[in-house]
């Protein structure tokens, strides 16, 4: 079996280092046509999918645009998964979950366990309950060859506080990018983080031996010229950045969007070869 880190190589050596948010929030629905509705969200995964699935290397739905819908969207968000994964992308759910015990188990088979409707590749998780927490998030995601993704430096004001808060010397931020790379000297690269990528963040990345999902590019300010500043010091290889309002107002015309995701992919690699 095939680890996340080697899942990950390969597909970014075929496709190119985007991640492409499917965020069906109101005001992309309404750009695109669509009813606020569960209908409307169905709709617009569909479109994502059928441009997005067979072009783009890694595809991340934000879980709550879907959950706003009750089941109409747990059900759209099913088929956004299954069909993403069928195309070819990997499949990082945007779910940042976090809690103790049994309850985080819970968490990691919803969407890390193959029995689940909602199995993704990966998922994001906070570790501010303690990065010991996610251990059955990242057991399992390790006997499965997924990955989970960790929040480190994240890119609203507001975590400041909490991430760069120093005990010993060390911040919080940094803290948690050591356990990761203490979760990965095994080489499978199954804990990634999550790093803002539209400013310094001030973190020794050298080490983690995993991908950085790294978002903020276009609508967040961040372009793809940045990107080799804001991770002077970290293998570019592991830099997975992220996209979502700046590829998928293209949509909902199928081939706009596809060519919107092309272009950025192609941006990427041209900023980090």
């Keep these: 079996m095939s680890t996340f880190a080697e899942r990950y190589r390969e597909v970014v050596a075929q496709r190119g280092r985007l991640c492409a948010g499917i965020d069906p929030h109101p005001e992309l629905l309404q750009q695109w046509g669509l009813p606020v509705s569960g209908a409307g969200v169905r709709a617009f995964g569909d479109i994502c999918v059928e441009a997005l699935s067979g072009t783009v290397a890694v595809i991340k739905p934000q879980v709550a645009f879907f959950e706003a819908f009750g089941s109409e969207g747990f059900a759209a968000l099913e088929t956004v998964i299954a069909g993403c994964q069928a195309g070819g992308a990997l499949v990082i759910a945007d779910a940042k979950r976090g809690d103790i015990g049994s309850t985080m188990a819970a968490y990691a088979r919803a969407w890390l366990d193959p029995s689940s409707p909602l199995c993704a590749d990966a998922v994001t998780?906070?570790?501010?309950?303690?990065?010991?927490?996610?251990?059955?998030?990242?057991?399992?995601?390790?006997?499965?060859?997924?990955?989970?993704?960790?929040?480190?430096?994240?890119?609203?004001?507001?975590?400041?506080?909490?991430?760069?808060?120093?005990?010993?010397?060390?911040?919080?931020?940094?803290?948690?990018?050591?356990?990761?790379?203490?979760?990965?000297?095994?080489?499978?690269?199954?804990?990634?983080?999550?790093?803002?990528?539209?400013?310094?963040?001030?973190?020794?990345?050298?080490?983690?031996?995993?991908?950085?999902?790294?978002?903020?590019?276009?609508?967040?300010?961040?372009?793809?010229?940045?990107?080799?500043?804001?991770?002077?010091?970290?293998?570019?290889?592991?830099?997975?950045?992220?996209?979502?309002?700046?590829?998928?107002?293209?949509?909902?015309?199928?081939?706009?969007?596809?060519?919107?995701?092309?272009?950025?992919?192609?941006?990427?690699?041209?900023?980090?070869?």
Aim: cysteine-free; proline content about 5%.
């Design 125 to 273: 998780v906070s570790p501010y309950l303690g990065f010991g927490s996610l251990s059955p998030a990242i057991d399992l995601a390790r006997a499965g060859g997924r990955g989970v993704f960790v929040l480190a430096r994240t890119s609203n004001p507001e975590g400041a506080a909490l991430q760069l808060a120093k005990g010993d010397g060390v911040t919080v931020a940094q803290r948690i990018v050591d356990a990761a790379a203490s979760a990965n000297t095994d080489g499978s690269g199954t804990v990634g983080l999550v790093v803002g990528a539209t400013r310094e963040h001030g973190l020794d990345l050298a080490g983690l031996g995993a991908p950085v999902l790294a978002p903020g590019l276009g609508a967040q300010g961040a372009t793809a010229d940045d990107l080799r500043t804001v991770f002077a010091g970290t293998d570019l290889g592991w830099v997975l950045p992220a996209s979502s309002r700046a590829v998928l107002r293209h949509g909902p015309d199928v081939p706009a969007l596809r060519d919107a995701a092309l272009r950025t992919a192609s941006e990427i690699e041209s900023a980090l070869s």
